[in-house]
C-alpha cells in the first residue's frame, strides 16, 4: 500500500481521538474517562503523581516505559502466579526489508519482559516468520502491532521506533540467519538418521497464508 494511504488513513484517526496529551497528565476529574462526581475521585492516585518521576517521553502517556524498566526504575512481577514459569526470548524478528521506509525491528525481548508468548500467539501472531501478512493498514485499523501500539504500548505516530533500521542492513542480517538455518536443517538430517524434525528449517520463505480459518 501506498505511503501516501498510510499517512491519511493516520491523520483521520489522530484527528478523530478524544484524548490528545499536551505535556502534562490531565487530572482524574477532567480526563473525560473517571466520574467527576464519583466518591472515588478524591483517593485515586493523580496519573501526574505517578508517572512524573518516570523516564519521560514526548508521546503516548509521555513514560518511556523500555528506559523505565532497563534503568530499574520499575520492575514489573513476571507473573501473578509465582509457579508460573517466566518466559522470555531474545530474538528479533526483521519485517519490512524492501518497502519505502526502513525495516522494522520486532525485539521478542523487549515484549517478553512484559508479556507472555500467549498474549501474542498463536491468536495474533503465528510463531512462524512471514506467515502473517502483516501490514501497515491492518496495524492502522487497530489489528496485529496495531492491538496495543496506540492503545497501550507507544503509539503508531512514532514510526521510527518501529521502522528502525536500514534496509540493506536488515535484508544482510536475514539473509545470514537464512543461510545459518539453511545449514542446520542440511546438518541436522545428515547426522541424526531419520530426524523428526528435519522439515521444520526447510521454507525459508514461508507462504504469505499460512493464516487458516478464523478463530
Ligand atoms: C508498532 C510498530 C510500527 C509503527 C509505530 C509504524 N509502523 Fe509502519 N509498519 C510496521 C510493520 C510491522 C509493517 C509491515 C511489515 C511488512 O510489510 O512485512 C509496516 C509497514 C509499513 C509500510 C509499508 C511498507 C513500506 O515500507 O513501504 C509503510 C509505508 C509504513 N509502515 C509506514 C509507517 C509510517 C509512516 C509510520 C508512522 C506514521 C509507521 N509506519 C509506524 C510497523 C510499524
Ligand atoms: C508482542 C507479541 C509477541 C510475543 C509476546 C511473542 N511473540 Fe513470538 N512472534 C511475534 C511476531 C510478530 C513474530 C513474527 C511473525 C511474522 O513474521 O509473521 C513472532 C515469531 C515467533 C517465532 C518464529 C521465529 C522465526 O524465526 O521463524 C517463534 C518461534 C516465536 N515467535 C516464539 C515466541 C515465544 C516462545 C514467545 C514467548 C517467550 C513469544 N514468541 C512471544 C510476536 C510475539
Ligand atoms: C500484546 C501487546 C503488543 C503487541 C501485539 C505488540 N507490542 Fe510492541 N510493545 C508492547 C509493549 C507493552 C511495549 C513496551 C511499552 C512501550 O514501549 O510503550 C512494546 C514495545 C515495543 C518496541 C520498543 C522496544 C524498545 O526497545 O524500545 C517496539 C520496537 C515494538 N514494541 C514493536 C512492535 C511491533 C513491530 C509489533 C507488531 C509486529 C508489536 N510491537 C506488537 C506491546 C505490544
Known amino acids: 500500500m501506498s505511503l501516501r494511504r498510510i499517512l491519511t488513513t493516520l491523520a483521520v484517526s489522530l484527528l478523530s481521538s478524544a484524548t490528545a496529551w499536551s505535556g502534562e497528565w490531565a487530572k482524574l476529574s477532567e480526563d473525560g474517562v473517571h466520574d467527576p462526581r464519583g466518591p472515588a475521585i478524591g483517593l485515586l492516585q493523580q496519573p501526574g503523581d505517578a508517572l512524573s518521576n518516570l523516564p519521560g517521553d514526548g508521546a503516548g502517556n ?38 519505502s521506509m526502513p525495516s522494522v525491528r520486532f525485539p521478542h525481548l523487549a515484549h517478553t519482559e512484559w508479556l507472555d508468548c500467549t498474549n501474542c500467539h498463536d491468536q495474533l501472531f503465528l510463531p512462524k516468520r512471514g506467515a502473517n501478512g502483516i501490514s501497515m493498514f491492518l496495524i492502522l485499523q487497530g489489528q496485529q502491532c496495531g492491538v496495543c501500539h496506540g492503545a497501550v504500548a507507544f503509539p503508531l ?59
Open 62 to 99: 509521555q513514560v518511556h516505559w523500555i528506559k523505565a524498566l532497563r534503568s530499574g526504575v520499575i520492575r514489573p512481577r513476571p507473573n501473578i502466579d509465582p509457579a508460573r514459569e517466566d518466559r522470555r526470548l531474545d530474538k528479533d524478528i526483521y519485517l519490512d526489508l524492501y518497502g
Open 157 to 215: 505516530t512514532e514510526c521510527s521506533r518501529c521502522h528502525s533500521v536500514r534496509n540493506h542492513i536488515a535484508q544482510r542480517i536475514v539473509a545470514e540467519l537464512e543461510a545459518e538455518e539453511a545449514r542446520k536443517a542440511a546438518g541436522g538430517g545428515s547426522k541424526e538418521a531419520g530426524s523428526a524434525d528435519a522439515p521444520r528449517g526447510a521454507p525459508a520463505k514461508p507462504p504469505k497464508d499460512a493464516r487458516g480459518g478464523a478463530r
